[in-house]
């Protein structure tokens, strides 16, 4: 009997194992190999046709010389600044908006939320007419409204902040979605009883949304931060990292030495110390979202 | 069960191995029946695709033994990508002719390609055609010759007849003052709608490495009397000429003679540009798409007001090489050979209006006919022994990013001035040496 049930459990193992057998051959060939191999890149120079030559720790010289690279950390920070508080913003407004009881309820949740599902490269090339200085239809709304035209993406102040705007367009439907599940599992007593003590609805938002969805805040939060780490297509197919490297973010930047330098153990020291960066702010962010 | 699965698992992996060498021991016979044949491929624009199809054809009509296939270079973002890649994937052909010379450091330090001078004949023949002297500006690092010079396009100055005389301008301009002088005269509204009429120039503001071959490198070479970004492996740019350059367009842009702006269409066609800079392929462009009664003329580069000497400019010269993985070396260097003929430069000259590196191109009888028939051609053929290339040195093309970084931030937008605009050019480039050095 009991030797039935070991046999049992030893067949289930090996099917069990099996059945794994496609996730661990990918996560080999796909994660944990690229992953050693630009481990190893790091300390070469390598641009796939040439033999990789040993640099020792060069890659790294160069990364503290490289003004550029730090440019381009610079504006990779510059949009997170703009971009989570917008996301956040616009999120748990809509979100809030969308709890209550209206009509229409469900065709708004989807509308939000259609632009996360719509390639990112048909959006920003869409943004790109929307921001367009002669031919804009932005700036053909501000024009007809007696406003002067705003250089969006042509101009090296505005180009970071009009990537910003359209990145949280994008994305802000993702967010919405957590913050309605946050919500929906706040307990209505709490505002039934804060409705019997008179509290106005800010006092309602104020004292019992907010810190009830402290842990969606934080899960946001990380989200949109390791989001907005990899900026890459907006800038890559709207701006190209201009104006005066203005969009340059660093995911562009390690792009551009991979394969348009051909620089790939430079790039892969890029993205090791940037990682290393996203996760110090990351970890610096969580603690400070969760002992508020 | 479990031995069911695996059982299955292997059949499968079993006949796909099986199907795959039986796919390729077909096709290996196959290629062992196929006659000798050599690939060669060309630059993808029309009037050089006409020229390689005419020598091949006539090639092949020749040395029916060992045929020549032609192809274009594939699709890419410019033809050393496609050759970087090609490779990689030891995809390359037996021969190409559109060889940039700041590539070819990569393409040799590969081993890609095949090292010419090893040829007994390579040095009668090439110094028949070629000096010595301009032959070693494509002599590579180790002394080898990799690349047959083959074709130059010195970078001029087109301008329109119509809109100089149109503001009393006459050319040639050949200074700085000169030139922003006469933009200040042609930038002006004279119809009175309120707005100038004319640009003085126009150049894409994107700072893609490769537009500055086009501004500041040809500016750059006449300013400094045909000295190049390197001595050597020394940083020569570092100078008074490159300043001088980064001004004369900072004030170009800064005057308005010449737009922060995108523009779709070929605005010096349209007659809305008074002066284009660009190389002799663009007479050809002209005579097909002109409006009627375009009248243009061609003037060389200008220099700084105290410059004194000789004019020179960047030559943007296409080379051919044969690659390493030909299995045919000496018929391709035969067939190299055929493509840099007396013949196929006239050829090259009549459809591609494009300039030989050839010596003495102006007083050789076969070509007289084609320079009397269009004369202006001749302007570029006087240019061309004054032209310089690039220099052969690795990452040139990072270099030139880096160059054109501070050229839009100090010249299109004027946030810096041009003195630290080079400086700190210089300082990126010599990270990247410092770098790149073993």
């Excluded at chain 1, 469900?106 to 990112?120: E, K, N, Q, T």
């Excluded at chain 2, 994937?89 to 090893?118: H, K, Y």
Aim: charged letters at 20%; hydrophobic letters at 45%; glycine letters at 6%.
């Amino acid at each position: 009997m009991i030797n039935s049930v070991i046999r049992r459990i030893k067949k289930s193992d090996k099917i069990g194992y099996l059945m794994s057998l496609p996730y661990l051959i990918s996560f080999a060939l796909f994660i944990a190999f690229p992953l050693g191999f630009s481990f190893i890149l790091i300390f070469h120079k390598w641009n796939i046709i040439t033999p990789m030559r040993w640099v020792g720790l060069k890659n790294f010289y160069r990364l503290f010389h490289d003004v550029e690279f730090l440019r381009a950390i610079y504006n990779t920070l510059i949009f997170l600044v703009i971009h989570i508080p917008l996301q956040i913003v616009f999120a748990l407004l809509i979100a809030v908006l969308l709890n209550q009881k209206i009509k229409l309820r469900g065709f708004f949740r989807a509308v939000y939320f259609m632009p996360v599902i719509v390639s990112g490269v048909v959006i920003t090339i869409l943004w790109q007419q929307l921001y367009s200085y002669e031919t804009g239809l932005l700036n053909l709304m501000l024009t007809s409204i007696g406003l002067p035209r705003i250089p969006w993406i042509n101009d090296p102040s505005w180009a970071m902040p009009s990537i910003a705007i359209m990145a949280t367009w994008k994305n802000v439907g993702l967010y919405i979605v957590l913050f309605l599940v946050g919500l929906q599992n706040i307990p209505a007593y709490l505002y039934e009883s804060a409705e019997l003590d008179g509290a106005s609805a800010w006092q309602k938002f104020r004292y019992i949304t907010v810190p009830a969805l402290n842990s969606t805040m934080v899960l946001v939060v990380i989200l949109s931060t390791i989001g907005g780490f990899s900026l890459f297509i907006e800038p890559f197919v709207m701006t190209g990292g201009g104006p005066m490297n203005s969009t340059l973010s660093a995911m562009l930047y390690i792009y551009n030495q991979a394969f348009y330098f051909g620089h790939m153990g430079y790039a892969a020291t890029l993205g090791f110390f940037f990682a290393f960066i996203i996760f110090v702010v990351v970890l610096i962010q969580k603690r400070i979202v969760e002992n508020k | 069960m479990v031995k069911k699965i695996v059982g299955i698992i292997v059949g499968i992996l079993v006949i796909l191995m099986a199907m795959g060498c039986g796919r390729r021991d077909s096709a290996q016979q196959q290629r062992s029946v196929e006659k000798k044949e050599l690939t060669y491929w060309c630059a993808t624009n029309p009037q050089e695709v006409k020229l390689a199809r005419e020598l091949v054809d006539e090639w092949n009509r020749i040395h029916k033994d060992v045929p020549v296939k032609l192809q274009t270079l594939p699709a890419s973002q410019s033809s050393e990508e496609a050759l970087l890649a090609a490779i990689a994937g030891n995809t390359t052909p037996d021969i190409c002719s559109n060889m940039w010379p700041g590539a070819m450091d990569e393409f040799i330090s590969a081993g890609g390609l095949v090292r010419l001078d090893t040829f007994p004949d390579f040095w009668p023949y090439i110094l028949e055609r070629v000096s010595e002297d301009q032959l070693k500006t494509f002599q590579a690092r180790d002394g080898g010759h990799y690349q047959i010079p083959w074709k130059t396009n010195p970078i001029m100055v087109f301008y329109n007849k119509r809109i100089f005389k149109k503001a009393g301008v006459k050319a040639p301009l050949e200074t700085y003052s000169q030139f922003l002088d006469a933009a200040e005269k042609i930038v002006r509204d004279f119809d009175g709608d309120g707005q100038a009429d004319y640009w003085m120039l126009y150049r894409d503001i994107k700072p893609i490495w490769w537009q500055r071959l086009f501004d500041y490198y040809p500016f750059y070479i006449c300013a400094s009397g045909g000295k190049t970004l390197f001595k050597g492996d020394k940083i020569d740019f570092d100078n008074d000429a490159s300043v001088k350059v980064f001004q004369f367009f900072r004030t170009m842009y800064q005057k308005g003679y010449m737009p922060v702006a995108q523009f779709q269409g070929d605005q010096f066609l349209a007659g809305r540009l008074a002066a284009q800079i660009s190389g002799p392929w663009l007479v050809a462009y002209i005579q097909k798409f002109a409006p009627e009664g375009f009248e243009y003329g061609i003037m060389p580069i200008p220099r700084p007001d105290d410059y004194k000497g000789p004019i020179y400019t960047y030559g943007d010269p296409k080379n051919i090489s044969i690659f390493k993985t030909t299995k045919y070396p000496r018929q391709a260097w035969k067939f190299a050979q055929w493509l840099i003929s007396r013949h196929a430069d006239l050829r090259l000259l009549e459809i591609c209006d494009q300039i030989p590196i050839r010596k003495n191109l102006l007083n050789d009888s076969t070509f007289a006919a084609y320079f009397k028939k269009k004369p202006q051609m001749t302007v570029f053929a006087r240019q061309a022994p004054f032209t310089r290339g690039v220099d052969g040195v690795a990452d040139l093309k990072e270099i030139f990013n880096a160059i054109s970084q501070e050229y839009e931030a100090s010249v299109i937008y004027g946030r810096r001035t041009a003195r630290e605009a080079v400086k700190r050019a210089v300082k990126r480039v010599k990270v990247i040496r410092e770098w790149n050095r073993q």
